[in-house]
């Protein structure tokens, strides 16, 4: 069992190893190729504009529920006049990057491991070696600088239709005072606040592009069956991977960030 | 055809405990087509992909005689032509250019639209490979492996899946074009022995190893015992020689 769990642990090592020289070959080949800005206009079309839609609808439910459920635990405490600053907080700091990560990652991650995997399958990875093309410059790099615009970008949508969301639930639907909503949150929510809820989306942005990319580039070695079975493998581990990794940085952020 | 131009000595590769090219020694002559034909699953795809750089050997090496460059300059046609999908016939061919080479957009047309004209894919420039035939795939691969001037082409079952009508024109297509562009071929093939009536020299690989290299009449009159029943079972009837 010792042995079965060493070699376990070696091999996550191994490959937590290679996923960090992958992440670092592709941020650092953006510049080592032409037409830069029509590949990162493409990319960012993909990642940022194609999630709008869920991240506002995801932001607009997370607020109402948060407002709903956020009234109910301050009105045992007779504070529900703290509503507003409760849920700016909680979602600027923690679940606006969180949730949007993972529904970008549901809808971008997803389809860049797929779609990856399918051109490593179809030889066109190894089309783009024989005409001397660097892959993860023209495939990966382009999609991670975008992934870095855009998850900023949209965590801002969530956490200002997530604070709308909660507005209309505690002040349209149960009667907490406007003035009072809007002015905790002036006062409770700081800069800081709202750069530690950046940096975690940038964060997340990095981990999850990197973990999607590489989880399609290798899914002849990654996955244990070949062809598309093989690719909705590593799709699904991609996703999952992506996951745990926005969960369990965010932990180690938090843990940071709160400390300063 | 003149010296040698590519020279593969001692090339071994494994996956795993299996053995699949085991210290092979081959000689590519200049502006030559040589075809290498053995059995399913016997490494002739991984030799190629040795000779490309997609794959690294395990030991061996891979040296140039006759080049003024260190590196040839290389194209590839895979099996399933490895065009992207998202791209269009034009946007295909053009992309070696457009990605690698300083060229205005005017001057990339241009060149593209004359590989284009030439592969007779005036009507399929605009479409999508998932809208193209199988034989015009082939064409705009092979349109998009000669736009870059490569100095050797590695072909690796180029006729897979066509039929017998197009098989010979994409064979007719190789001849012609390597007759006006002048490039080396190395071709992997089963088309036996049809291949022969476009190739120079014929390298059978068996166990890891060329078994014979040679011009391919000579191998039709007398073959070795073993290849005789692979090329033709009739053949191994007549004249084997060991």
Redesign the interface.
């Known amino acids: 069992m010792f042995v079965r769990l060493g070699r376990k642990g070696i091999s996550f090592v191994i490959e937590l190893g290679e996923l960090t020289i992958f992440g670092a070959a592709s941020l650092g080949s953006l510049f080592h190729?032409?037409?830069i800005f029509e590949k990162l206009t493409r990319s960012i079309y993909e990642i940022g504009v194609r999630c709008i839609p869920v991240t506002l609808i995801v932001g607009l439910f997370t607020g109402l529920v948060l407002g709903l459920q956020l009234y109910y635990v301050l009105t045992k405490f007779s504070s529900e006049s703290l509503l507003g600053q409760a849920v700016a907080l909680s979602i600027i700091m923690e679940i606006g990057p969180v949730f949007t990560a993972i529904m970008i990652v549901g809808q971008a991650g997803s389809a860049l491991s797929a779609e990856i995997g399918i051109?490593r399958n179809?030889?066109?990875i190894?089309?783009l070696?024989?005409?001397?093309?660097n892959p993860l410059a023209?495939l990966v790099s382009p999609r991670l600088y975008a992934a870095l615009i855009c998850f900023p970008i949209l965590t801002a949508f969530f956490d200002i239709v997530g604070i709308y969301g909660g507005h209309l639930t505690g002040v349209s639907m149960l009667g907490v005072d406007q003035g009072a909503y809007w002015s905790r949150i002036y006062e409770a929510v700081s800069v800081k606040n709202v750069i530690d809820g950046f940096c975690k989306a940038l964060t997340f942005g990095i981990l999850t592009t990197v973990i999607c990319a590489f989880q399609g580039y290798y899914t002849h070695a990654k996955a244990s069956i070949p062809g598309a079975r093989g690719v909705s493998q590593t799709t699904t581990r991609a996703v999952v991977l992506s996951s745990i990794a926005i969960l369990s940085s965010d932990y180690l952020l938090t843990s940071l960030l709160l400390e300063k | 055809m003149s010296g040698t131009f590519l020279q593969l000595r001692g090339i071994s590769k494994r996956f795993g405990p299996q053995v699949i090219l085991d210290a092979l020694d081959l000689d590519i002559p200049l502006n030559s087509h040589t075809t290498v034909i053995g059995r399913s699953g016997i490494g002739k795809s991984v030799l190629l992909?040795c000779i490309?750089?997609?794959l690294k050997p395990d030991a061996g090496t891979i040296s140039l005689c006759n080049s003024t460059e260190s590196i040839p300059q290389?194209?590839?046609m895979?099996?399933?032509n490895?065009?992207?999908?998202s791209l269009n016939v034009f946007e295909n061919i053009a992309?070696?250019l457009?990605?690698?080479e300083k060229v205005t957009t005017q001057n990339l047309s241009k060149q593209v639209n004359r590989i284009i004209d030439e592969l007779g894919l005036q009507n399929a420039a605009k479409k999508y490979p998932s809208e193209i035939s199988g034989g015009m795939k082939k064409r705009a691969a092979l349109g998009?492996a000669l736009i870059?001037k490569p100095e050797i082409i590695?072909f690796d079952e180029p006729t897979t899946g066509l039929d017998p009508e197009r098989k010979f024109s994409v064979f007719d297509m190789i001849r012609s074009y390597r007759q006006q562009f002048g490039f080396t071929v190395i071709m992997v093939s089963h088309d036996v022995p049809e291949v022969f009536g476009i190739t120079d020299q014929v390298a059978w690989l068996d166990e890891g190893q060329i078994r014979y290299w040679g011009p391919p009449n000579e191998l039709l009159e007398s073959p070795p015992v073993k290849l005789a029943g692979f090329l033709n079972p009739k053949l191994s009837t007549d004249k084997p020689t060991s």
């Open positions: 190729q032409r037409h051109q179809a030889e066109q190894d089309a070696q024989t005409m001397n093309i023209f | 992909k490309s750089g997609i290389f194209a590839y895979f099996q399933q490895a065009l992207f999908d992309l070696p457009r990605e690698k998009r870059s590695l």
